[in-house]
């Protein structure tokens, strides 16, 4: 509703000029489990990519090719795969927490990294649109010692609640409020001065959003939104996760890591989809899956390995790399986690969680009676 109180500008190229990235990336990512129990949330594949490629490659689309990665859980899983990021164009340099420290103790903890003026800040489980020149030419606009991306979005009480003055200044910060004050958003990307980032204190873990933000507008420091209406969505639980990868399937979501090779669904290297399957909204199929004669996917996410056998039904949930699905199973609104076995004509519904190995006999689990 206050999308027209932000600074209208338009970006100008020079202004990813001496900035560097902080993505944060090391969360354990409970909201995921059990799909998160043996790889971090930002590199679980969608769209046939980690979901960090998207954002690292929207970065390097803007001009910026220094990017320090804010790593913790699983730390080596990420230079492992990336290396130092050249084959994505940008320049990584990895720091780890040995306990975490939290949003505001990961970006503290980079600083000796850090040499730019301006740090723009990203959490790393979001899939947005925005062009995040747009936010640092707001950011050098205003002279803010903080600008905070901010999105309208229907139920704001999940998430950070930012009211502004009609100046686009922020007034207030209200995580996880009940009594949410405005639809505007906290969208989990910042640009900070580096000074500001000097004042986090080091060695212990902070919270960005329940101690950073707060002390900063205590102290009447200038906190700036930048809102808009751009694709933009948090892929920390299932539902966003399964969401998330159909928009990229089909276009909805932007990502430079793709190309126009969207559709209804999306088929990788080395999977075979058997005659009559059905394969539609955004659903996505890893590679070396196997889907068999008659299976229906709507929504479906697929990871490498996997098999849905013949006449499965698959909509919205997530299958685990290397699980089985067996035939005429219904599977709906769940996560199967990496090498269970769901039998024949299980059903599985409405948030259900199958933990990574587990075997569900043929018939062994269903919601009716029916045959
Ligand atoms: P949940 O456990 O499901 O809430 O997920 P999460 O652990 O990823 O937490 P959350 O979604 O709130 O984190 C937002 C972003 O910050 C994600 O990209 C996380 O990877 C990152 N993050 C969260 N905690 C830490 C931390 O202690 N250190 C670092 N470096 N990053 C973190």
New binding site residues.
């Given amino acids: 509703m206050t999308s027209e109180s932000h600074v209208e500008v338009a970006s100008d190229p020079d202004v990813t000029s001496s900035v560097q990235a902080v993505v944060?990336?090391?969360?354990?990512?409970?909201?995921?489990r059990p799909l998160t129990l043996s790889a971090p949330?930002?590199m679980l594949p969608t769209a046939g990519v980690p979901f960090l490629t998207h954002l690292l490659s929207r970065i390097q689309a803007a001009g910026i090719t220094d990017v320090v990665l804010?790593?913790?859980f699983q730390a080596h899983v990420f230079s492992e795969y990336y290396g130092d990021g050249s084959k994505l164009g940008v320049r990584l340099q990895y720091v780890t927490?040995t306990e975490?420290?939290?949003?505001g103790?990961?970006i503290r903890n980079v600083l000796d990294d850090l040499t730019a003026d301006n740090i723009l800040v990203f959490?790393?489980?979001v899939l947005g649109g925005t062009d995040v020149r747009e936010i640092l030419t707001t950011h050098r606009n205003s002279g803010a010692d903080v600008t905070m991306h901010l999105v309208p979005v229907s139920d704001p009480r999940a998430f950070g609640c930012v009211p502004t003055d009609e100046t686009g200044r922020v007034t207030d910060f209200l995580e996880k409020t009940q009594d949410p004050p405005t639809d505007q958003i906290n969208a989990?990307t910042y640009v900070f001065r580096r000074s500001v980032i000097e004042e986090i204190p080091p060695g212990r873990p902070v919270s960005v959003e329940r101690e950073v933000f707060p002390k900063l507008l205590s102290e009447g420091r200038h906190i700036q939104a930048h809102v808009d209406h751009a694709y933009w969505r948090d892929m920390?639980t299932p539902e966003d996760f399964v969401r998330g990868s159909a928009d990229l399937v089909r276009g909805i979501a932007p990502s430079p890591a793709l190309g126009d090779r969207r559709g209804e669904s999306m088929v990788h290297d080395g999977a075979g989809v058997a005659p009559g399957a059905v394969l539609i909204g955004g659903t996505v199929v890893g590679r070396g899956a196997e889907i068999g004669p008659r299976a229906r996917l709507d929504g479906a996410v697929v990871f490498d390995g996997a098999v849905i056998e013949a006449g499965a039904v698959v909509e919205r949930s997530i299958v685990g790399f290397g699980a089985r699905i067996g035939p005429r199973a219904l599977i709906r609104d769940t996560v199967i986690g990496d090498g269970a076995d769901v039998g024949a004509r299980c059903e599985l519904l409405r948030g259900a969680r199958v933990w990574p190995g587990v075997q569900i006999p043929d018939g062994g689990l269903r919601f009716s009676t029916d045959v």
């Fill in positions: 944060l990336v090391g969360g354990k990512g409970t909201r995921l949330k930002p804010g790593t913790s927490e975490p420290l939290g949003t103790g990961g959490n790393g489980d989990g920390g």
